[in-house]
């Protein structure tokens, strides 16, 4: 590469979204870096969380340490993130981190069944990208912040226009899906 010349390497903005169960919507949203680490970000997504009665929060390995699962636990809910293979129980001051751990060693059914809850993350995410676009038109990178959060916003504003539908058409707003047992 010659001296001078800018550098041909692509940059990435990342989102970061905490996403409502049952009604789909992104109900916490941030922008990093693309080459920051997740974990640290999960502190910024819990602060603008809405007031709430949420049962549990749910993450990939890369939000997993024991300061989210304590701040989870603050907020009253139970944690599962997916611990790295190597992961102990030791508590290390977070008791939430402990029950965590435990819960994914003792009974792993009930940690997957919950944990999984985070494909709906991935869904939304998919969808997202599916209507509004996945690349960026601006170059500065604030630019692109604004961006990332005006399309969270139309997501949202579909959500709401979703079940303001089905309001008026008279059908059942976002419905769990029975599961079949047999």
């Not at 969380?49 to 699962?69: F, H, I, V, W």
């Amino acid at each position: 590469m010659r001296t001078g010349e800018p550098s041909q390497r692509k940059t990435f903005r990342k989102s970061h979204v905490i996403v409502g169960y049952w009604w789909k919507g992104i109900l916490s949203h941030a922008v990093t870096e693309g080459h920051r680490h997740d974990a640290p970000v999960f502190s910024q997504l819990m602060k603008k969380l809405p007031d709430g009665d949420y049962e549990c929060m749910s993450g990939d390995t890369a939000y997993c340490s024991r300061k989210n699962c304590t701040l989870v636990s603050q907020h009253h809910m139970q944690s599962f993130f997916k611990p790295r293979s190597d992961a102990t129980a030791k508590a290390k001051g977070s008791t939430a981190w402990r029950d965590m751990v435990r819960c994914w060693n003792d009974d792993r059914q009930r940690f997957d069944e919950s944990y999984h809850r985070r494909s709906v993350v991935e869904s939304v995410i998919g969808a997202e990208k599916q209507r509004l676009g996945h690349t960026l038109f601006s170059r500065r990178a604030t630019l692109q912040d604004k961006e990332l959060r005006l399309k969270t916003i139309c997501y949202n504003l579909l959500v709401v226009n979703k079940m303001k539908a089905s309001q008026v058409l008279g059908e059942p707003p976002l419905q769990p899906v029975p599961r079949d047992d047999t």
